[in-house]
C-alpha cells in the first residue's frame, strides 16, 4: 500500500524531502542529523488508518467525477480537517528509541518538542491557566495510542524511514553536537551558570532554531509537490558568487566622484569598511554621522566578510518600509545591472509588508517567502517576528539568519521594551551560529552596557569600524542646531508660521513631527502661501511615498522654493536633503536624525535646526517618545548649563551619550518586556527560566517539572508585539498600477501569478492598527480580494492622493478614480 500525505504526493517522498531539505537547513549549526530526524518523523501519525481514510476521502472530493452517492464509504473531509493528530506519533516514537541517558533525553525534548508543534507553532512545556500551571509537554507527549496511532504507525511505516530512523539514533556520538552547543551556550553566558536566565533563554533560542529548521522544509515541499511549476522558481542557495557581486560594486565605486570635503569624508568611510571586512566573525558597531554612506560603505563591507568567511547571505534590517524601497533600489542597481538581465530579481529580495492575516490559507501558505536569496532587505518588525513571533510563518525564515551577516540600518529603533530579548537573540546568533552582526548609526544606543544579567551585547573586540568617531563627526558637520523650545509649547500655527517663514528665507524647509495628527494640521494651516506643500506619512503607501519624494527632491534640485511636512518616517536613511529643519521635540537620537536631513551633501552654506516643543500633542499612548521626549529635555538643559561639556555641539557623540545614559536608565525596568500572563511576568523570564511557572507548578505538585526545557514558547508568542499594536495590512488603489494589481489579484487563480502579484502589492500596501481595520471594515470600505482570503483592498473613497489612507471618507477631488477594470 502507497501512504499518501498530501494530494499529490507519497508520504515517503514527503518525509524524505523533508528530510533533506532540514538537514541541510540544521546543518549551518553542526546539527543535520537532528534536522534529518524531524524531517523523518514529523508526519509518522500520518501512517494511521484514520488519517490515510481522510485523505482518500479528500482526494476523492476533489475529483469533479466522483459522486458522494455512489460510495458509501465516503465520509466528508471537512469534518476532520485539522482534527486527526498526526504529530504526536513521530514525537512519542522518537522519545522511545533516543535513549535513557540524560544528553539523551534532554535531546530527546528538544526535538520531540518540535515534531509536535509543527503545525501550530512552538507548544508550551509548562502551561498557566485558571486551573493553575501544568507540564503540557509531558502531558501531549503521554497521549494514549488510541488518539496518537503510535503502534500502528510504527507497523505501517516504511521499512527504509524506520531503518534511517534507527541508524540515526544508534550512534554512539548522536548527542556530541547538543553537548558541544550547551557547553558552549554556558561558557559564554556572563554567569556560566546552566540555570541562568541568559543560559535557558539561548536553550529555548536553540530549540526555536531546529524548530524552523523543520518548519521552513516542510512547507517547501509540500508547496513544491503541489506546484512544481513554482518551485523551479527557487533558488535553494544557488546564487551569483560573492566575488561577482564584489566586482560590480568596485565597478560602482570607480565612478564615484569627489566633488567637495563631504564626499571625501564618504570614500575614507567606505575604506575603512573594505578594510575591516577581513576582522573575524563577530558583533560591530559602525557610527557614521547622517548622510556619510552607511549604505554603501556596510554592503561593501558585507560583500567581502561574507566571500572571506563563505557566508551564505547578507541580511539588511531596516527600521521602516519607507527607506527599504530606496536602498534595496540603490543596491539592486549596482548589483542587478541592466547589462545581465538574468540576474534580475534573483539577487536583491525585499520583504516588508504582511499583506493578509495571522492565520494562512493553503494559498497565502504558498506565497510566504523564506529569503531565499543572497541579499535581503526587511524590516525590524520582521526580523523580530522570525525570532519570537507566534505560529509558523515567520519563524520558517529564522535558520536564514545562521551563516549570515546581518546589518542593522538605524539600530536606535529598536523598541525599548525588546532589548534585553534582543541582545540575547543576536548574541545567540553571533556566538552560536556563525554570523556576524554590524549595527548602524549614528545615534549609537548603549545595548552592551545594559544589565549583563538580562542580557547585554557581547561586542567584539575592537568592535567599531571607525577608527575617530569624534573627528568623523567633526568632518561631517553641516548644521547648526537651535533650541527654541519655551514654557507655553508651541501651538501648531505657530510652528507653521515658523515654516512658511524659513521657506521664504532658505527656499526649502522640512517639518517632522511625532504624530500623523499634527502633520495634517501643520500641513492644512501651510496651505496657500505661494510655494508647493508636501505630506508625508506611514497613511501613505510605498509607491505613493516614493511618487511624492521623486517629486521633493526635483524641486529641491531645481531650487523652488518648498515645504515638507512629515512624520518621523523621513528621519532614518531618507535621502534628501532641505536647507532647514524643524524637529517638533522627541528623543535626542531622533532630533539627530531629523538634522540628517538638513544640508545633508555639505553646501558651503550652514543648515539651520530649529527644536520646538508642541503645546498641543497628546503622547498618552506612545511611551517611547514620552520619555524620549522628557530625557531630551533634561540633557537639553544640561547642555544650556555647559555647553562645552558637549563640545559645543547639541548632536555630538558625547551628548548622545548622556541622553542614552539618561533614557535606557529611565527604562530599564521595561527592557525586559513586561506582560499579564495571568499575573506580572516578562518575556524573557517566559522564554528562559519561567521562575513564576515552575515555582507554581512546585508548589502544586510539590516537586519540580520533570522536564529540562520550561518555556511557555506559546503564551510568549501571543503575547510579543513588536511594535505597540499588531498591523494589518491592506492593499490600496494608488494610481493606474495599484488599481491593476488589485483587479488582477481578485481573478488571479494561478499561484505563480499571484507569487508575482503579492510581491507588486507590496509597493501598495498601508499597514493599519486593528481599530483602524475594524472601524474601516464597519464601514464596508475593506473587501478581500478573493472568498476565502484574509487579503484585503481599500475602498478609493478612503484614500487621499494628498495625506493617504482616512478613517472618513475623503473629498471626491482627493479620490483616484478606478481605471482598470479586471477582464
Known amino acids: 500500500m502507497e501512504y499518501i500525505a498530501h ?92 535513549g535513557a541517558s540524560s544528553a539523551r533525553k534532554t535531546l530527546g525534548q528538544f526535538l520531540s518538542l518540535c515534531l509536535v508543534s509543527h503545525h501550530s507553532g512552538l507548544i508550551n512545556c509548562l502551561t498557566t491557566d485558571n486551573n493553575g500551571t501544568w507540564d503540557s509537554y509531558s502531558k501531549r507527549l503521554s497521549k494514549n495510542d488510541k488518539k496518537s496511532h503510535l503502534e500502528e504507525c510504527t507497523k505501517n511505516a516504511d521499512r527504509h524511514i524506520l531503518e534511517r ?89 570607480k565612478k564615484f566622484e569627489i566633488k567637495n570635503r563631504i564626499d571625501e569624508v564618504r570614500r575614507e568611510i567606505s575604506i575603512h569598511c573594505l578594510n575591516a571586512s577581513n576582522h573575524e566573525k563577530g558583533l560591530y558597531t559602525l557610527t557614521v554621522p547622517t548622510g556619510g554612506g552607511k549604505t554603501l560603505a556596510s554592503l561593501r563591507f558585507a560583500l567581502n566578510h561574507a566571500e572571506k568567511h563563505e557566508m551564505d547571505r547578507i541580511i539588511y534590517v531596516i527600521p521602516y518600509t519607507s527607506i527599504i524601497d530606496q536602498n534595496a533600489q540603490v543596491v539592486r542597481e549596482i548589483l542587478e545591472p541592466k547589462e545581465c538581465p538574468q540576474d534580475m530579481g534573483k539577487i536583491v529580495l525585499e520583504h516588508h509588508s504582511n499583506i493578509g492575516a495571522d492565520v494562512q490559507s493553503w494559498k497565502e501558505k504558498l506565497l510566504t517567502e523564506n529569503w531565499d536569496a543572497p541579499i535581503i532587505f526587511t524590516t525590524m518588525v520582521q526580523f523580530l517576528e522570525a525570532l519570537f513571533g507566534a505560529g509558523t510563518r515567520g519563524v520558517r525564515r529564522l535558520h536564514q539568519l545562521a551563516k549570515s551577516v546581518i546589518i542593522f540600518d538605524e539600530i536606535q529603533i529598536l523598541p525599548v521594551k525588546c532589548v534585553h530579548l534582543f541582545n540575547n537573540a543576536i548574541n545567540f546568533l553571533v556566538d552560536h551560529c556563525g554570523s556576524t552582526v554590524v549595527l548602524c548609526t549614528a545615534t549609537q544606543p548603549l545595548l552592551s552596557s545594559v544589565d549583563k544579567k538580562k542580557g547585554a551585547l557581547n561586542l567584539s573586540k575592537e568592535n567599531e569600524l571607525m577608527p575617530d568617531i569624534n573627528k568623523l563627526f567633526a568632518d561631517l558637520k553641516r548644521v547648526h542646531l537651535h533650541d527654541r523650545r519655551k514654557s507655553s509649547g508651541w501651538a501648531y500655527p505657530e510652528i507653521a508660521a515658523l515654516a512658511v517663514e524659513q521657506v521664504k528665507e532658505n527656499r526649502s524647509c522640512l517639518v517632522v513631527v511625532n504624530l500623523k495628527k499634527a502633520a495634517r494640521a501643520i500641513f492644512e494651516e501651510t496651505q496657500k502661501n505661494g510655494f508647493d506643500v508636501f505630506h508625508l506619512s506611514t497613511g501613505m503607501c510605498p509607491a505613493h511615498r516614493k511618487q511624492v519624494l521623486g517629486v521633493i527632491r526635483r524641486k529641491l534640485d531645481d531650487k523652488t522654493p518648498i515645504l515638507c511636512v512629515s512624520t518621523q518616517l523621513i528621519e532614518a536613511g531618507v535621502d ?99 506582560v499579564h500572563a495571568g499575573r506580572k511576568d516578562t518575556l524573557l523570564n517566559i522564554l528562559s527560566s519561567n521562575n513564576l511557572a515552575v515555582a507554581d507548578y512546585q508548589r502544586v505538585n510539590k516537586t519540580m517539572p520533570a522536564i529540562n526545557l520550561r518555556q511557555s514558547f506559546m503564551t510568549a508568542a501571543q ?74 483592498y481599500l475602498d478609493n473613497q478612503h484614500y487621499s492622493k494628498i495625506t493617504g489612507v482616512s478613517l472618513e471618507p475623503v473629498r471626491r477631488e482627493e479620490q483616484f478614480k478606478d481605471e482598470y477594470i479586471a477582464t
Not at 175 to 190: A, G, H
Not at 628 to 638: F, I, Q, T
Not at 655 to 665: D, H, Q, V
Request: hydrophobic residues 35%; proline residues 4%; aromatic residues 10%.
Open 7 to 98: 494530494n499529490k504526493q507519497s508520504l515517503i517522498n514527503h518525509l524524505e524531502g523533508v528530510a533533506t531539505l532540514a538537514k541541510n537547513h540544521a546543518e549551518k549549526i553542526g546539527m543535520g542529523s537532528y534536522g534529518e530526524l524531524l524531517g523523518l518523523l514529523h508526519d509518522f501519525g500520518k501512517y494511521s488508518k484514520e488519517f490515510q481514510k481522510y485523505m482518500m476521502d479528500a482526494i476523492k472530493e476533489n475529483d469533479p467525477n466522483f459522486n458522494p452517492d455512489e460510495d458509501e464509504d465516503f465520509e466528508d473531509p471537512m469534518g476532520k480537517r485539522g482534527k486527526i493528530d498526526h504529530s504526536t506519533a513521530g514525537a512519542q516514537f522518537l522519545v522511545g528509541i533516543t
Open 576 to 674: 534628501i536633503s532641505f536647507q532647514t529643519v524643524i524637529r517638533m521635540l522627541g528623543g535626542l537620537d531622533s532630533i539627530a536624525q531629523a538634522a540628517g536631513r538638513c544640508n545633508r551633501h555639505g553646501s558651503p552654506e550652514t543648515g539651520n535646526v530649529f527644536i520646538v516643543n508642541s503645546a498641543e500633542e497628546n503622547l498618552q499612548h506612545l511611551d517611547d517618545i514620552a520619555v524620549g521626549k522628557e530625557k531630551s529635555n533634561r540633557v537639553l538643559d544640561d547642555f544650556k548649563s555647559d555647553p562645552l561639556k558637549f563640545g559645543e555641539d547639541i548632536i555630538s557623540p558625547a551628548m548622545l551619550k548622556w541622553y542614552y545614559n539618561n533614557y535606557f536608565y529611565g527604562r530599564k525596568d521595561i527592557m525586559d518586556y513586561p
Open 719 to 792: 503575547l510579543f508585539r513588536s511594535i505597540d499594536a499588531p498591523t494589518r495590512s491592506v492593499i490600496v488603489k494608488y494610481d493606474k498600477e495599484g488599481s491593476e494589481i488589485v483587479g488582477q489579484l481578485c481573478s488571479a487563480f494561478d499561484v505563480e501569478k499571484q507569487y508575482a502579484l503579492m510581491k507588486k502589492a507590496q509597493q501598495y500596501s498601508v499597514n493599519l492598527f486593528p481599530h483602524e481595520f475594524e472601524k474601516l471594515k464597519n464601514q464596508n470600505a475593506l473587501y478581500p480580494v478573493q472568498e476565502g482570503t484574509e487579503i484585503f
Open 165 to 253: 530512523i534507527n541508524t540515526i539514533c544508534a550512534d554512539k556520538y548522536l548527542t556530541r553536537p547538543f553537548e558541544e552547543k550547551c557547553r558552549n551556550i554556558v561558557r559564554e553566558s556572563p554567569e556560566a551558570n546552566p540555570l541562568s536566565t541568559i543560559v535557558q533563554f539561548q536553550l529555548g533560542m536553540l530549540a526555536r532554531f531546529l524548530f524552523s529548521t523543520l518548519i521552513d522544509a516542510d512547507r517547501q515541499d509540500t508547496a513544491d509537490s503541489e506546484k512544481p511549476k513554482a518551485a523551479r522558481h527557487r533558488q535553494v542557495g544557488d546564487y551569483k558568487s560573492w566575488a561577482v557581486l564584489i566586482r560590480r560594486l568596485e565597478n560602482n565605486y
